[in-house]
C-alpha cells in the first residue's frame, strides 16, 4: 500500500484544447466569485463528487471551521478585556491608596512641623578652651509665653498673710 506523507502535492495540467481552456476559464471565475476558497478545496470538493463519497465521510465544510476560530477569537477577546477590567480596577484602588497615605504623611509632616516650631531649640556652645568636656548647653525658649494678668489684693487676705508668716 501506498503511504502519504502529510502534506502531498499533485499537479493538474490543463491542455492547450478548447475543453481544458473553458474548463479554466470556469474555475478562475468561480474562485474569483469564493475568495475564501482555493484551487485545491475546489479540486478537493470535485473529487468528493466525483467519487460519490457520502456525506457522513466528508470532511466539515471549511466555514465551519472558521466560525470555531472566530467564536475562539471572541472568547479570548472577552479574557481580555475582563482581565484588563479587573487589572485597572486593581491599579485604581492601589493608587487611591497611595493618595490616602500621601495625605496621611503630609498631615503627619505639617503637626511635627508645628511641634518642631513649639519646642525649645538647644545650641551647644563651645567654649574658647580646648577641652571638650567643659561645653555649655544653653537652652533658647521660642515659645511666647504671655505673663499672668495682675490679681487684685484683698485687703482681708493681706492682713491675713502676715498672722500666716508669723505662725
Known amino acids: 500500500m501506498f503511504q502519504w506523507s502529510k502534506k502531498v502535492v499533485k499537479s493538474v495540467t490543463f491542455n492547450p484544447g478548447v475543453a481544458d481552456e ?3 476559464a470556469l474555475v478562475e471565475s468561480y474562485l474569483e466569485k469564493q475568495v475564501d476558497k482555493t484551487f485545491s478545496d475546489l479540486c478537493k470538493e470535485a473529487l468528493w463528487q466525483s467519487l460519490c463519497v457520502p456525506e457522513s465521510v466528508k ?10 476560530v472566530e467564536q475562539e477569537i ?4 472577552n479574557q481580555l478585556a475582563d482581565l484588563e477590567e479587573r487589572f485597572f480596577a486593581k491599579e485604581s484602588h492601589r493608587l487611591e491608596s497611595m493618595e490616602n ?9 505639617a503637626h ?3 511641634m518642631v516650631a513649639e519646642r525649645p531649640v538647644i545650641q551647644y556652645a563651645t567654649p574658647a578652651t580646648s577641652n571638650p568636656a567643659s561645653s555649655v548647653v544653653e537652652v533658647v525658649n521660642n515659645t511666647y509665653v504671655p ?3 495682675p490679681q487684685e489684693v484683698d485687703p482681708v487676705i ?9 505662725f
Open 74 to 77: 471572541g472568547r479570548l477577546q
Open 22 to 24: 473553458s474548463l479554466l
Open 158 to 166: 493681706s492682713r491675713l498673710s502676715q498672722f500666716l508668716d508669723d
Open 112 to 114: 511635627l512641623a508645628i
Open 101 to 109: 497615605q500621601i495625605l496621611q504623611l503630609t498631615q503627619q509632616v
Open 59 to 68: 470532511p466539515g465544510p471549511q466555514t465551519t471551521s472558521t466560525t470555531a
Open 147 to 149: 505673663p499672668p494678668p
